[in-house]
């Protein structure tokens, strides 16, 4: 039994190394990649010595891919630490807050103050987008509470998400017929989806707000582990269930909402990461899967910005295009296996 144990414990460490190594990776690759050639020697003085300060290379690094990789790395975990924590709230592994709408409702608020308030007051503070896109991330997570407890099976539910993101789509276009050029421009830009738009300033206040509701998750890591028993066992360890479930809510919408604040909406990432956490650490247990699928989303997005960057330069594709295009083949996956046990 304790070597069991000893053996899990290594298998943990291992993972959680290699997600570290691959990290610092991708950070390397992504800082030296880049329509500017920069040598990595360079890059070392730069970013170590500080080097070269004022010059064009240094002023790449430090204001442009060094911000962007970062917001990369902290927004990919964030979205895939929101997907799990929805998955745990709804005990299915397809669930996520790009298909069950959520993303969509953050995107129909944040559209609407970018168009109209924006358009009236010309700027508004970055707090300003996060609490727009909390609200239409909690707005759009009670009409799904609603339905769920409607909805026969899980299928129905993901198909009632999608019409609800449909219906969050179709506000968010008739809101743009009464936006000005350059609000349609900028509007169309972010809801692609890109890290493009990273910042010194921005970044403090996203890791301010993911740090906070991370640890958070990782408070009722234990509670999740029973919740995943049942709530039956849950009530049984003294859980008080409506209060957690409403912590489990408001954590998924606040880290989901953030990444669509900033970023804009990007796809099947809460879904399908979650999926390689666990399958990298053979566990479903919260207090281990968190950190990890936090690890896991960083290196998927760091990579897949970096192909987004690199691919076809100097045209950069929008982050939601990679992301579906390595995440959409895990979701299939999913839903193969659950139509074969369930038949």
Same mark, same amino acid.
């Given at each position: ?46 970013i ?6 004022g ?42 807050? *790009? =298909? #069950?709408?959520?993303?969509?409702g $953050? /995107?129909?608020?944040?559209? +609407?103050?970018? @168009?109209?308030?924006?358009?009236? &007051?010309?700027?508004?503070p ?16 009670g *009409? =799904? #509470?609603?339905?769920?407890?409607? $909805? /026969?099976?899980?299928?129905? +539910?993901l198909? @009632?998400?999608?019409?609800?993101? &449909?219906?969050?789509?179709?506000i ?7 936006a ?20 010194w300033?921005?970044?403090? @206040? ?5 740090g906070?509701?991370f ?43 953030c990444?669509?604040a ?6 099947f ?10 399958f ?33 330069a ?11 295009f ?10 193969v ?7």
């Open positions: 039994m304790q070597t069991l144990h000893m053996k899990k414990l290594l298998r943990y460490l291992l993972v959680l190394v290699g997600l570290l190594l691959l990290v610092a990776v991708g950070i390397v690759v992504s800082v030296n990649s880049g329509t500017i050639d920069i040598s990595p020697l360079d890059v070392f003085r730069i170590f010595l500080h080097a070269y300060e010059t064009l290379d240094s002023d790449v690094i430090w204001k442009i891919r060094l911000p962007r990789l970062l917001t990369a790395a902290v927004l990919g975990g964030a979205l895939s630490v929101s997907g799990f924590l929805l998955q745990t709230f709804f005990r299915n592994p397809i669930a996520g807050p *790009f =298909v #069950l709408g959520i993303s969509s $953050a /995107k129909m608020c944040v559209g +609407l103050v970018m @168009i109209f308030v924006v358009g009236a &007051y010309g700027q508004i970055s707090w300003g987008m996060i609490v727009a896109a909390v609200a239409g991330s909690m707005l759009i997570t *009409f =799904v #509470l609603l339905f769920a407890r409607r $909805a /026969k099976n899980m299928s129905m +539910l198909v @009632i998400g999608i019409m609800i993101g &449909y219906i969050c789509s179709a968010t276009d008739f809101a743009i017929a009464f000005k050029d350059h609000e349609i421009a900028n509007l169309t830009t972010w809801s692609m989806g890109s890290f493009s738009g990273a910042g300033k921005n970044l403090g @206040i996203i890791c301010v707000v993911v906070v509701a640890v958070c998750a990782m408070l009722i890591s234990k509670p999740m582990d029973a919740y995943q028993l049942g709530e039956g066992y849950a009530k049984s360890m003294g859980i008080n269930i409506p209060l957690f479930r409403l912590a489990l809510i408001v954590l998924s919408s606040v880290l989901s909402a990444v669509t900033f970023a804009g909406p990007i796809s990432v809460g879904i399908a990461v979650p999926q390689i956490a666990k990298l650490m053979k566990t479903s247990k919260p207090v281990v899967i968190i950190p990890t699928t936090f690890l896991c989303g960083s290196v998927f997005c760091i990579f897949c910005d970096l192909i987004a960057r690199t691919a076809f100097p045209t950069e594709l929008s982050i939601g295009t990679v992301t579906s390595f995440g959409a083949p895990i979701v299939i996956s999913l839903l296996k659950r139509s074969r046990r369930a038949g």
